[in-house]
């Protein structure tokens, strides 16, 4: 399978780490052969149909910080656009930078290879958000597969989890903690019973926030993940704008303490069911599966036959995230043969 | 699919409840047309090739604490191996009590439809914690399924989760709460100060622990599990002999207290991993996944590129292990279509 890989960032690093590592261990198992075609990143590209070296890549791109200084195949000032016409892959692993604002440019490079007949892989949450139901019935008509497990949660592997492991239920409700962020600044605020200025401040110290936070702790990168649960899992046709959302920092210390007395915890919840598409604070039980600390994430299904069914995970990280692509590249492979 | 249900108590009735609930959903969802034609107890047996209408199965048990009395077709004195020949069916449902100290009846059942063909679905822990090896290999040599996803964990989805998910990452050890009733004790004892005594006196009266706990206190029952997560996801070759076993008997109210003034609980773990196989009470951080009260089961995946991925769910009840055991019939009749 012929990989082409839009964006070098921590993700699209990621997947070349995991391809380099993982190469002869899936040929093994599963008799499948991965070769990356391409690869580009904001200054340019590297083509080479017979296959770049991963580990060549990541080197050069570390020393030069850019993959067109790659020997004989680098190429200055291409476009994605024109790397999709140029290089010979069967799927595009998108992973440029997330925009929730149009989902460009991830959505024009996606149905370009839909439209093209090829696979595609995603961790990108801007065009699953906001045109999820334009991918996905693209994607059918041209009878080629859109998988993107990375987009929700990270590792934590959701979107099998339910696809898969429990065809005898439905699936009536999902409930997540679905953003490492907020859920590492209010653990904190538990424990230490320090203001949300201050842990936020930290974190961002730390590298946990970002320097500009908002779409974190105003809750709009869960509601995201909201979107993509509720169209992909339950079948809903939903996007961005219907999710009532409302984040963490009005979220006092009193509020958690007053909480933590009887015996709650207070943590930024996605809803996805019959009566409500939302991300708000709210109260979890001490010892209950959402009492879960620092940075993971955590998804409930509400079934009919197996009452609640959880799964816990590293909601982000460049391997982490970068095997959740893998294991979508072999899912594919595995249909496709 | 014509299934041959041999025991009919709380596990094997609440598969009837469920494809009763469930018969229609199926054919719709998966063209699966599912009918019970022979279900035993320890008085007798009711066979029908053209199918027996589970609520009436139902219905008769409940009032005449027998199947033979099903209207026609019922036979009294009738072995199971018996109705095993007599019988015409694609799938065994094993569901006679477990017994650990050679696991039968319920291994010589499995062994025979296998050797006639059929396929087989079990949450009978015993015959897979001492036979694994023979089952499984059997299976293999006769070209049919052997699955047990009821087995561990209840409706919990653990190995259809370990093999399904994360195609992408090697399992390195498994860590799990394995046992529901252990955990009860342990979550009340660190909530209410009480003693080890008290609470086991307390969750008998309630049955959630039996009138002798023996199994489930001095860790047999989660020992077990142990045995069919090694040799089912992490492929050895162990059985219940292999495990070191440690229960909850000897835990005191001053172990608990001690633990969770540094923030730790104590809880029954069971390990597979390279350097253990083992169940033993050992502290899990308050805010980890481990710390989850009540009955409920958690497992633990140390995976090497995803990190830990852990699943939680409800380890027992009639339903949700009807759930699991309705899953695996899905998942052999999904494979051979």
Redesign the interface.
């Known amino acids: 399978m012929k990989l082409c890989i839009l964006g070098f960032g921590a993700v699209g690093r990621g997947v070349a780490k995991?391809i380099s590592k993982?190469r002869d261990?899936m040929k093994d198992k599963?008799g499948l052969d991965i070769k990356i075609t391409a690869v580009t990143d904001s200054l340019g590209a590297a083509i080479c149909n017979e296959g770049l070296d991963p580990e060549l890549l990541l080197e050069i791109k570390e020393k030069n910080g850019k993959v067109s200084s790659y020997p004989q195949y680098g190429i200055n000032n291409i476009s994605n656009m024109e790397v999709l016409d140029k290089a010979n892959y069967d799927c595009l692993i998108e992973v440029t930078p997330t925009d929730i604002e149009d989902g460009e440019p991830a959505k024009t490079h996606i149905l370009k290879a839909i439209t093209d007949k090829k696979e595609v892989v995603t961790s990108n949450k801007g065009p699953l958000a906001l045109s999820f139901k334009e991918l996905a019935t693209a994607a059918k008509e041209n009878g080629v597969q859109l998988k993107y497990e990375a987009s929700v949660g990270g590792?934590?592997?959701i979107l099998?989890?339910a696809h898969?492991?429990?065809?005898?239920?439905?699936i009536e409700s999902i409930f997540g903690i679905l953003n490492g962020t907020t859920n590492y600044i209010l653990?904190r605020m538990a424990?230490e019973g320090s203001t949300y200025e201050q842990i936020l401040k930290e974190s961002q110290e730390m590298g946990i926030a970002e320097t500009n936070p908002a779409q974190d702790v105003e809750g709009t990168d869960a509601a995201c993940k909201v979107v993509i649960l509720a169209n992909s899992i339950m079948g809903k046709d939903v996007n961005l704008k219907d999710v009532d959302v409302v984040g963490i920092s009005k979220i006092t210390q009193e509020a958690i303490s007053l909480a933590k007395n009887e015996g709650y915890l207070i943590k930024l919840i996605g809803e996805v069911s019959d009566d409500a598409l939302q991300v708000s604070p709210r109260l979890v039980r001490?010892?209950?599966?959402f009492?879960?600390?620092?940075t993971?994430n955590v998804a409930t299904l509400k079934?009919d036959?197996?009452?609640?069914?959880?799964?816990?995970?590293?909601g982000a990280?460049s391997?982490?995230t970068?095997?959740?692509i893998?294991?979508d590249?072999?899912?594919i492979y595995?249909t496709k043969k």
């Open positions: 995991v993982k261990e599963y590792a934590m592997p099998n989890f898969d492991t429990l065809p005898s239920c439905n653990s424990k001490e010892g209950s599966p009492a879960v600390d620092g993971l079934t036959l197996a009452e609640d069914v959880t799964v816990v995970g590293k990280g391997i982490e970068a095997s959740a893998l294991s590249i072999i899912s595995k």
